[in-house]
């Protein structure tokens, strides 16, 4: 899985450009922190991480900014038990695990036939989602047990 570096402004910007989305300094810095290597965010996460570098930002805009990029296929969104909606850049299908500890959503690679699967008993697939739960590594190196 290629690592995800956090963008520099101009690639975001060429990205937004790209994708048809004028890019306002709002949604340059949500796209920026959903870059990030790994990251699965909500729309709580974004907005209290980004508040205090914008003021001016709201709530209803980091939604909006978030459906917009689900849209225009920038990001996807992901469901994890049914509770809350993650955010992450669109790459190519994989797995997520989730801490039973920390409640971290990393991604993992199945190198798995699935992701070349089209049809399933004439279904169409439009997305492969695969969930799966336990402790990561920092949690099991620090002990934590549930
Ligand atoms: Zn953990
Ligand atoms: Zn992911």
Redesign the pocket.
Known sequence: MPVLKEMSVAEITKLLQEAGVSPSIQRIKILQFISVN?K?SSVDKIYQDLVSEIPTLSKTTVYNTLALFVEKKII?S?TIDNTEILY?QS?KP?A?FQCNVCNN?I?IDLSSSLYGIKKIENHKVEKVNIHLRGICNECLKNGSMK
């Open positions: 790994e699965h996807n992901i992450e790459q994989h997520h959503v991604d």
